[in-house]
T-cell receptor
Framework: DGGITQSPKYLFRKEGQNVTLSCEQNLNHDAMYWYRQDPGQGLRLIYYSQIVNDFQKGDIAEGYSVSREKKESFPLTVTSAQKNPTAFYLC?????????????FGPGTRLTVT | AQSVTQLGSHVSVSEGALVLLRCNYSSSVPPYLFWYVQYPNQGLQLLLKYTTGATLVKGINGFEAEFKKSETSFHLTKPSAHMSDAAEYFCAVSAYSGGGADGLTFGKGTHLIIQP
């Protein structure tokens, strides 16, 4: 079955450590996105990528980094510079970057930093 | 830039009653509008979308929404609520921003509660 996988489902880290969240898709989609979700805040865009080896900052990119070395993969690193990293992180993909294309979402990773 | 406002962070309806979730948008260019549903600790699932053409859009699970340009609204409705409809609902807008699409702008969500 085609879809988006995110691993792990739950992730715990100590403050000051970098952590990388995995996102893989087998939908052959060109565009991929990372969102952060906090209670009552909706989803906020962290980074997005339209093609391999290219990505753009979203609204809240500070303290995060990404790479897009393969079409199927778009990992997100939460660095120690992110002041409030505890959140639910959602990865998404779409066929292209046209505005009419809907995004397909993975199941999410809940990150807790203590 | 575009924005989305969802009126009511929580909406409670009785099972079998009409569901109405409100969404208003702001966009300087023609918007494309989406409704997503999220069940606890899961990702988002597309319910329906408006791009062009017919302003009344039908989606999955009996939901529909109507695009009203004059009111800048895209309210989500369902004639008869079911217990399985209890979830978080997000309205989102997409619009060209000069450099191309750059992700969706989401509202803050409405938590739908179904009373037995």
């Amino acid at each position: 079955d085609g879809g988006i996988t995110q691993s792990p489902k739950y992730l715990f880290r100590k403050e000051g450590q970098n952590v990388t969240l995995s996102c893989e898709q087998n939908l052959n989609h060109d565009a991929m996105y990372w969102y952060r979700q906090d209670p009552g805040q909706g989803l906020r865009l962290i980074y997005y990528s339209q093609i391999v080896n290219d990505f753009q900052k979203g609204d809240i990119a500070e303290g995060y980094s990404v790479s897009r070395e393969k079409k199927e993969s778009f990992p997100l690193t939460v660095t120690s510079a992110q002041k409030n990293p505890t959140a639910f992180y959602l990865c998404a993909s779409s066929v292209g970057t046209g505005v009419t294309y809907e995004q397909y979402f993975g199941p999410g990773t809940r990150l807790t930093v203590t | 830039a575009q924005s989305v406002t969802q009126l009511g962070s929580h909406v409670s309806v009785s099972e079998g009653a009409l569901v109405l979730l409100r969404c208003n948008y702001s966009s300087s260019v023609p918007p494309y509008l989406f409704w997503y549903v999220q069940y606890p600790n899961q990702g988002l699932q597309l319910l329906l979308k408006y791009t062009t053409g017919a302003t009344l859009v039908k989606g999955i699970n009996g939901f529909e929404a109507e695009f009203k340009k004059s009111e800048t609204s895209f309210h989500l409705t369902k004639p008869s609520a079911h217990m399985s409809d209890a979830a978080e609902y997000f309205c989102a807008v997409s619009a060209y921003s000069g450099g191309g699409a750059d992700g969706l702008t989401f509202g803050k969500g409405t938590h739908l509660i179904i009373q037995p």
